[in-house]
């Protein structure tokens, strides 16, 4: 079952300008990830945010995290045609193991 | 280093085949995880083992599945009998300790006719 629901299901931008997606989820967490996928294969891990963390950066990315609300965003800065592909958000729940709920996921398309 | 691997890349059975998928994780990862993913949707949990055992079966969708990691590195999905719905790719993770980012292989994309 997929626990996240992510926003928007397609994004469309221009190089240069930022990119942001949501992702709300409905049970607890432990952290939460960020995976950015090209062509339906492997999935690169972008980021991870424990439950007791509200924001986190790396390079371009920012990923902030609200648990009162259960979502989560990621922010892309300064968009790359490279950038291109499917990015997903995946909770790990307590008690659980690692095993993740991925959400249905956010295809960005970035136009040079 | 090398990274998670899976063989093979792409398989084309017919229905009702056994077929069987390997995952080579990360050395020293002590986590694997199997998941599916279907086209246009995220990834769906399988099973995951820490070690030789599968800590969490919960998601194989039904008896025809079956997965082992004997050794604690290599592991192999089995499906019996396939069907045209068992149509997606496989992905393999493997992670260091269970609270950790996971690294994901190729994947398998299986086909079944």
């Known amino acids: 079952s997929q626990q996240g629901e992510e926003d928007p299901q397609a994004l469309s931008i221009q190089e240069g300008e930022n990119a942001t997606m949501n992702c709300s989820y409905k049970?607890?967490?432990?952290?939460l990830q960020w995976y950015r996928q090209n062509s339906g294969r492997g999935l690169v891990h972008l980021i991870l945010?424990?439950?007791?963390?509200r924001e986190k950066h790396s390079g371009r990315l920012r990923v902030t995290l609200d648990t009162s609300k259960k979502s989560s965003s990621l922010l892309i800065t300064a968009s790359r045609a490279a950038d291109t592909a499917s990015y997903f958000c995946a909770t790990a729940t307590y008690n659980q193991g690692g095993k993740l709920i991925f959400g249905q996921g956010t295809e960005l398309s970035v136009k040079p | 280093g090398a990274g998670v691997s899976q063989t093979p890349s792409n398989k084309v059975t017919e229905k009702g085949k056994y077929v069987e998928l390997r995952c080579d994780p990360i050395?020293?990862?002590?986590?694997l995880y199997w998941y599916r993913q279907s086209l246009g949707q995220g990834p769906e949990f399988l099973i995951y083992?820490?070690?030789?055992?599968?800590?969490?079966d919960s998601g194989l969708p039904n008896d025809r599945f079956f997965a082992v990691r004997p050794e604690g590195s290599v592991s192999t999905l089995k499906i019996q009998r396939t069907e045209r719905g068992d149509s997606a790719v496989y992905l393999c993770?493997?992670?260091?300790?269970?609270?950790?980012?996971?690294?994901f292989g190729p994947g398998t994309r299986l086909t079944v006719l």
């Open positions: 083992f820490q070690g030789t055992g599968a800590a969490d």
């Open positions: 945010i424990r439950s007791n963390e």
């Open positions: 049970t607890s967490i432990n952290n």
């Open positions: 050395s020293g990862h002590t986590a």
């Open positions: 993770a493997s992670s260091f300790g269970t609270s950790n980012e996971q690294f």
